[in-house]
């Protein structure tokens, strides 16, 4: 499978549950990044990993907890979130250097806060 | 201030039409300018990328940028249904965070 594979596609969770949201790459790049998209909003940027290494927080709450155990794999722990926390979810790579080609991103996580 | 303002929309216009979208930014150390289309369900994919100022073409597609007035512009022409999406402008310095604007959504009726 190639590109960026998001899982799972929907999400509906508790405000008390605890779950994981995991990105996938086989595009061979260094960085992986997650974003929120909610509506009429810009896409913000929450997360950075560069090589493994967290490179950015967008001062995002701490109930939202990044993993990222290689290059290719990305997961994003969630627990005790608010309702304003439902939106789309996409994780994106790219490859450091090589900004002409942008990112690839998946096609995301539908999150739901019940 | 937003580092990038876009107008959400929705635009609509009759097929073959040529349509205009465009965004401001703030940030005068933008030096890379990117357009993003999003169909309905999926991600952001790439459809242009620019180096400071100047025209890109590309088919139907025209990406270009004004670093004097900070302004950014997509054009597409012999506009098609298929162009029916959400098109994201962005920004970026370089480095890696890359400022996105809230997207227009484009209606192309047939």
């Known amino acids: 499978e190639t590109g960026v594979t998001q899982t799972p596609r929907h999400l509906v969770m508790g405000m008390t549950n605890k779950k994981s949201l995991k990105c996938e790459q086989h595009l061979g790049h260094n960085a992986m990044y997650w974003y929120k998209q909610s509506a009429k909003k810009p896409l913000e940027l929450m997360f950075v990993?560069?090589?493994?290494?967290?490179?950015e927080n967008n001062s995002v709450p701490s109930r939202f907890s990044p993993e990222c155990p290689n290059s290719s794999h990305l997961f994003l722990h969630l627990h005790t979130l608010q309702p304003e926390d439902s939106a789309l979810y996409l994780c994106?790579?790219?490859?450091?250097?090589?900004?002409?080609?942008?990112?690839?991103f998946g096609s995301g996580t539908r999150l739901t806060v019940v | 201030q937003k580092e990038v303002e876009q107008d959400p929309g929705p635009l609509s216009v009759p097929e073959g039409a040529i349509v205009s979208l465009n965004c401001t930014y703030s940030?005068?150390?933008?030096?890379?300018f990117m357009w993003y289309r999003q169909y309905s369900r999926k991600g952001p994919e790439l459809l242009m990328y620019?180096?400071?100022?100047g025209n890109k073409e590309d088919g139907r597609f025209t990406a270009q940028v004004d670093k004097s007035s900070k302004y950014i512009s997509l054009f597409i022409r012999d506009s098609q249904p298929s162009d029916s999406a959400t098109y994201l402008c962005?920004?970026?310095?370089?480095?890696?965070?890359?400022?996105f604007g809230a997207g227009t959504r484009l209606f192309v009726k047939a």
């Open positions: 962005a920004s970026s310095t370089g480095g890696f965070k890359t400022i």
């Open positions: 620019t180096y400071s100022s």
């Open positions: 940030n005068s150390a933008f030096q890379y």
């Open positions: 994106a790579s790219s490859q450091p250097g090589q900004i002409n080609y942008g990112y690839t």
């Open positions: 990993y560069n090589f493994k290494e967290q490179t």
